[in-house]
């Protein structure tokens, strides 16, 4: 176990403990029934002038969605993504409710991802958080460390299709417009959650919209 490692592990557990002690006392957050993992959600956190400002800035930006495993990318997640730009003024202002909902440090966080799932676009099951093991983490270490908690907010109601489903956790949530979706990647002792395995289903009927960030356990980039 790196140093980093080690130092990631115990800044999780940190940041888990405070999140979740603030989660839990706001009363606009509902704690989400899961098995083996902290997840809360939030109905309406953006307003639909909000959603469909988002939706056009990422129709300008998308391009097919990355991996960090380029050998599996191609077919394991087939939708269209790109970054929002961090120095708009309304990004910014996204950010930073965002970060106040969940408590933590904006530049933390990394930059808000944008994506677009058309129909039979998907994203297979995944984890979050980086395997320390693989040959991409050593440059993720320096480049903020594992990542703790994962913020994703729905942007349209979608017709048919494209929940996230976390099979594991016993958890399936379907795209509902303005709600926010937040969940701890690490157990409470800083170790990786097996359990936050996630997907994302194809979409079969309209297009699904979201937004996505991630947050470091020290400054990104």
């Known amino acids: 176990m790196t140093t980093a490692h080690v130092a990631d592990q115990r800044a999780l557990t940190r940041v888990g403990e405070a999140v979740r002690r603030r989660l839990e006392t706001d009363p606009s957050a509902h704690r989400v029934e899961a098995r083996n993992i902290e997840m809360f959600t939030v109905g309406g956190f953006f307003s639909p002038v909000e959603c469909t400002r988002l939706m056009t800035m990422i129709d300008a930006v998308a391009q097919p969605s990355r991996v960090f495993d380029p050998e599996t990318g191609g077919t394991y997640r087939t939708s269209y993504s790109g970054d929002l730009d ?12 965002i970060c106040d909902f969940l408590g933590l440090d904006p ?89 936050a395995l996630h997907a994302a289903l194809p979409v079969i009927d309209g297009v699904k919209y979201v937004i996505t960030k991630w947050f470091r356990t020290r400054k990104w980039g």
């Open 86 to 97: 961090p120095n708009d003024s309304f990004v910014k202002m996204i950010e930073r409710r």
């Open 107 to 195: 530049t933390w966080g990394e930059s808000f991802q944008g994506q677009r799932y058309q129909p039979g676009q998907e994203f297979h099951a995944h984890y979050d958080w980086f395997d320390v093991t693989h040959s991409y983490w050593p440059g993720e270490a320096q480049r903020g460390g594992q990542r703790s908690w994962t913020v994703m907010a729905y942007l349209n109601d979608v017709t048919d299709g494209g929940a996230t489903v976390f099979e594991r956790a016993g958890v399936t949530i379907q795209p509902q417009a303005g709600a926010l979706l937040a969940w701890n990647n690490h157990l409470p002792d800083g170790r990786p959650n097996r359990d």
